[in-house]
T-cell receptor, first 114, second 113 residues
Framework: GESVGLHLPTLSVQEGDNSIINCAYS??????FIWYKQESGKGPQFIID?????DKRQGQRVTVLLNKTVKHLSLQIAATQPGDSAVYFC?????????????FGRGTSLIVHP | DGGITQSPKYLFRKEGQNVTLSCEQN?????MYWYRQDPGQGLRLIYY???????QKGDIAEGYSVSREKKESFPLTVTSAQKNPTAFYLC????????????FGPGTRLLVL
């Protein structure tokens, strides 16, 4: 079956360091990917997305890289701050019976130490 | 303010009781979704609705029911048939016309007494 997975369940970094969170996907036909941030007890928040016709997309302090050759997605957070501590997960665009149904990874917990 | 709201934030269910979780959006989105999230796990799809008066079962629909009588509302009922209902429930919506991004509500945590 198709799946979206994350390499590391927990990532600990020092404040000010750069963070890299990875995600693997298995459907080579996927053409759209999203990264979400979920703080404890809250709903996921959209961070950034990327289409398969791009290799890189930048936002404010965040960059998403897409390597279609190895079906790998990464989220880079520059100058990580304590407020970045959260669970991050990627989602892959999917379809089911003509309906848009994304596939979500389990998530990586980012812990930022002051 | 535009957005998705869920209520209540916490909900307690007694054994044998049905409870209903509310999800409302004023984003004029066509599609709405319900997910269940358990600790350390990803989101699992319960039900989804692409348009008013139509909905489909997701991966874990057993013990749940939904309705979509209005575009802005997609309530989820957790029935007594759901034997392990304790979880964090998330509602999401999407503009099915051109947008592929789902936007999520703040969630409801359901606990069993």
């Amino acid at each position: 079956g198709e799946s979206v997975g994350l390499h590391l369940p927990t990532l600990s970094v020092q404040e000010g360091d750069n963070s890299i969170i990875n995600c693997a996907y298995s459907n080579s036909a996927s053409d759209y990917f999203i990264w979400y941030k979920q703080e404890s007890g809250k709903g996921p928040q959209f961070i950034i997305d990327i289409r398969s016709n791009m290799d890189k997309r930048q936002g404010q302090r965040v960059t998403v890289l897409l390597n279609k050759t190895v079906k790998h997605l990464s989220l880079q957070i520059a100058a990580t701050q304590p407020g970045d501590s959260a669970v991050y997960f990627c989602a892959e665009k999917g379809a089911r019976g003509g309906s848009y149904i994304p596939t979500f990874g389990r998530g990586t917990s980012l812990i930022v130490h002051p | 303010d535009g957005g998705i709201t869920q209520s209540p934030k916490y909900l307690f269910r007694k054994e044998g009781q049905n409870v209903t979780l509310s999800c409302e959006q004023n984003l004029n989105h066509d599609a709405m979704y319900w997910y269940r999230q358990d600790p350390g796990q990803g989101l699992r799809l319960i039900y989804y609705s692409q348009i008013v008066n139509d909905f489909q079962k997701g991966d874990i629909a057993e013990g749940y029911s939904v309705s979509r009588e209005k575009k802005e509302s997609f309530p989820l009922t957790v029935t007594s048939a759901q034997k392990n209902p304790t979880a964090f429930y998330l509602c999401a919506s999407r503009n099915s016309g051109t947008q592929e991004t789902q936007y999520f509500g703040p969630g409801t945590r359901l606990l069993v007494l």
